[in-house]
């Protein structure tokens, strides 16, 4: 099984800080095939459904403020927030589909001083 | 705009079991994968299992064999899943998720006697 970790497990920032958050997968998640990494990110504010921020691990979702940038290939992937807005408040994982199942990470925590 | 509409929440008895439903629509429900996925309150995402509609093939998490079961109807455009044996570490919010990106609004459920 693939195992998915992300660091932190929480972080404090104030608005208009860029923010990391990193994600590493126990296995290679680029297929040789379709030379794709099957890595997405989710944001899951209070009370809601997560939403698909970033899928291929870099190609942002329709809809979703380019402040949000996916990056990273193999087993070590980021997500960067370039300018930490206030309704940036969630919890975010990353989740792998490289194989016929889905592997969420444990989430990291944003919270905004 | 694609939809998927969860039925509301269950309050059921241990040794118990509920059917879950996800009612799709905007899109073709046949042929595009059904996932479900498990949240303990304060906890992470659990990916359950999924399904294709267009022929009923699944696949599932192992940690879920004998506890879920994944069901779809393509006439009425609705997933199910069934969880038998219910106890209390199955009280979660249950979410159905499309494969492309989409999810349900949770249904919440609570084992309790």
């Known amino acids: 099984d693939i195992v998915m970790s992300q660091s932190p497990s929480s972080l404090a920032v104030s608005a208009g800080e860029k923010v990391t958050m990193s994600c590493k997968s126990s296995?290679?998640?680029?297929?040789?095939?379709?030379?794709?990494?099957?890595l997405a990110w989710y944001q899951q504010k209070p009370g809601q459904s997560p939403k698909l921020l970033i899928y291929?691990?870099?190609t942002r979702e329709s809809g979703v403020p380019d402040r949000f940038t996916g990056s990273g290939s193999g087993t070590d992937f980021t997500l960067t927030i370039s300018s930490v807005q206030a309704e940036d408040l969630a919890v975010y994982y990353c989740?792998?589909?490289?194989?016929?199942?889905?592997?969420f990470g444990g989430g990291t925590k944003l919270e905004i001083k | 705009q694609v939809q998927l509409q969860q039925s509301g929440p269950e309050l059921v008895k241990p040794g118990a079991s509920v059917k879950i439903s996800c009612k799709a629509s905007?899109?073709?429900?046949?042929?595009?994968?059904m996932n479900w996925v498990k949240q303990r309150p304060g906890q992470g995402l659990e990916w359950i299992g999924r399904?294709?509609?267009?022929?009923?093939?699944?696949n599932y998490n192992g940690k879920f064999k004998g506890k879920a079961t994944l069901t779809a109807d393509k006439s009425s455009s609705t997933a199910y899943m069934q969880l038998s044996s219910l106890t209390s570490v199955d009280s979660a919010v249950y979410f159905c998720?499309?494969?492309?990106?989409?999810w349900g609004q949770g249904t919440t459920l609570t084992v309790s006697s």
């Open positions: 291929w691990a870099s």
């Open positions: 998720a499309r494969s492309g990106g989409d």
């Open positions: 989740k792998q589909s490289y194989n016929l199942t889905w592997t």
């Open positions: 905007g899109y073709a429900f046949s042929s595009s994968w």
């Open positions: 296995q290679s998640l680029l297929n040789s095939r379709t030379r794709k990494n099957y």
């Open positions: 399904i294709y509609p267009g022929d009923g093939d699944t």
